[in-house]
C-alpha cells in the first residue's frame, strides 16, 4: 500500500474530525463533491454536517471560521487555490491574525491554501503567496514537502490554538508518494534536514525541496555533497537549523519558487547575514521564480520557476566563488 | 450535547412596553452623556486618536441592546455606545479603552470604539467596514452546531458598508445558512463626507433584502417609539426561525464623523429637515406625552448618569498607563511559535 500527499491530506481531515468534536470544514464544494481535488473525498459522508459548502465568498469563508473559532471550534477552511485566498485576505491579517492580541481570545482556524505551479495552469492557479501571509503577526505558515510532513504537520496545524495558514502544495498532490503515515513527527517550527553535505547548503521548502535535492544528486556526482534543508515551516522560522548547517558548510543558496521580492529567501539571507557573517565563505545566493505572473505554457512555465537544472547550475556558480 | 437557551433578558425581566422604553431610553442618555465627555477629554488632549459620537443615533443603538439577551451576540459600529449599554457593557470598560488603561479589555493594544469581549458574545470591531458580519454568523453557525437554539446575532453598520463586498459575501452568507442574524444599517447619509449619491443608486436600501432573500424592515432612525417597534420585530422574527433580518433607519447624524470633522459638508437644510430632528429630544417628548415618567424623574438620571460617569473618568485616570518593558511582544496564543521575541 501507498499514500500520496493528496491522500494524506485527506487522512488528517478524518483523524481531525474524527478526534475532535470542535472540528468542522467549509469551503467551496468540499461537500459530496469531495472538493476540486478530492481532498475532503467522502469526509461529509462520513462526519454528516461537519463537511459544509460554500458560497464562493472567501471573505465570508475567512469571517466564519473565525466566529466560530471565537465559539471554541476549530474550523478547517478550503481554499479552491491559493490564489483566490486573496480575497479572503482582509478577514486572514485583519481579523484572524489580530484577534488574540487584541483580546486574549485564541483563534484556532485552519486556512489551507492549495498552491504552487503545475503544468499549465497559468497566472491564476500557481501561485506561491506563502510569504505575504508570513509578513503578518498573528499567523503561522506551514510549508510542508514530504506525504509525512503533509499529515502530521495538517494535524498540528489544526491542534495549533492560533490561525494556520497551510500551504499544500499541487505539484506534489499525485506526484509524491509514501509507504504509510507517520506515528511520529517533528514539532511545527523545525526545519528538517533532508540531505546531509558538507560544501553547500541549499535552504527551500515545499517542492524546491525535491528539485533541490535532484540537484544534489547531480551534483553528488562531481563530487560536491550538498545539504538540504527543508524549513517545513516558513513562520516561524527555524533560524538555529539554517545557521547551524551554514556552519558546517560555508555557502548559502536559498530556492523558492514565489517571486523574488521581500519573501523567503529573502528573510532567510538577511538573517543569515546579519547574524552569521563569519560563517560565510561567499556571499549567499537566491534563486526564484522570474518577476512575472506565472506563464501558461509548459516552455515557459519550466523556465519561469526554479528546476533542478537551474539549482544545480546556481550551486555550482556558488561553489566555484 | 444539546442546550437551548432559556435565560431570561433584561426586556424580559422588565416585562411591560413602557419599563423597556424607559430601560433603552436611559442608555440612550447615558451614552449620550458619555459620548460628550469624551467629546470634552479628546478636545482636551486627553485621548490619543479619534472620538467618535453616535449623536442623533441613539434611539436605533438602544433599541437593538436592549432586544438582545445577554446570551447573544452584538457587533457593534462606532455610533453604537447605547447599544454597547444596553448589552451589558460597563461604562468603565469604554472610558478604559478610550483612554488606554491598561486595565481595560483591551489593553491599551486597541482603543476607542475597538472593544468588546469576543467570549461574551461581544465582538471587537476591526475597522474594515462589513467585515464583522460573517464574524457574527461564525458565532452564529458554531452554536447552531452545538445545538444552541434561541438566539440571535446582530451587526450594525452604515449605509456606506453596503457598498462592500464584505457585506454582499456576508449577507447572502447568513441567507444561505438561514442564520439568525439581525443588521442593523444606520443610513446616516453620508458615509464620512460621501453623500448617498455617490454610494448607492438603488431607491431604497431596504430593496436590497430582496435580492439576498432575507427580510426587510425600514424605520425613522430618530423616531424612538418605531425603533423600539420595528427593531424588536426584527429581533423577534430572528429569533423565531425566520433567518436574517435587514434593518434600514434612516437618520441623520448629528456630529462629524469624528470630533475630528466638523461637517461642513452636510447641508442646512437637511439639518433643518425631520430627518435631523434629535432623537434625544423625540423620545424625551415621547415618555412625557405617553406619561411613562416626567421631567423631574429624567433630570435625576441625567445627574445619576453624569456623576457615574464623571466617577469612571476619575479612576481611569489614576490607572496606570500600559508598561512596554511589561509586554511580551507575541501576537500568537502558541508562545513557543512565536518569532522576534528577545
Redesign the interface.
Known sequence: MSITYLEAIREAQAHALRDDPRVFIYGQDVGAFGGAFKATKNLQKEFPGRVLDSPISEDAMVGLAVGAAIEGMRPIIEMQFADFSTVGFNQIVNQASTLFWRTNVPCPITVRLPFGGTSGSGPFHSQCIEAIYAHYPGLVVLTPATVEDAYSMLLGAVAVNDPVIFCEHKFLYYHLKAEKLPSEALPIGKARIAREGRDLTIVTYSAMVHEALVAATELATEGWEIEVVDLRSIKPLDTDTVMASVARTGRLLCVGEAWPWGGVTAEVIARVTSEGYGLLDAPPQRLNAKDTPVPYHPNLWAAHRPTSRSVAAAARNLLRT | MSQTVTESHTDGQIGSASDLHLAAFRFMLWARLLDEKFATLYRAGKIHGGVFLGRGQEALSAAIGVHLNKTDVFAPLIRDAAGRLAFGEPIIDAVRTYMGSALG??RG??GNV?R????DGY??M???LG?????????????R??GIKGIVGAACLGEGATST??FH??L??AA?EKLPLVLVVANNQFSYSTPNDRQFACADLAHKAVGYGVEAHSVAGNDFAACMEVVGRAVARARAGHGPQLVVADLLRLCGHGEHDDAGYIPPDMKNSPLGRDCMKLAEEFLLKKKFTDAAQIAVWRSEAVREIEDAVAQVQREPAPDPFAENW?????E????GRE
Open positions: 479589555p483591551m493594544r486597541d475597538h468588546g469581549k469576543p467570549q465582538l471587537p476591526i475597522s474594515h467585515a464583522m458580519i460573517s464574524v457574527v454568523n461564525g458565532v452564529l453557525f458554531a452554536r452546531m452545538k463586498g464584505a459575501e456576508a447572502n452568507q444561505v507575541t501576537a500568537l496564543a502558541t513557543n511559535l512565536s518569532e
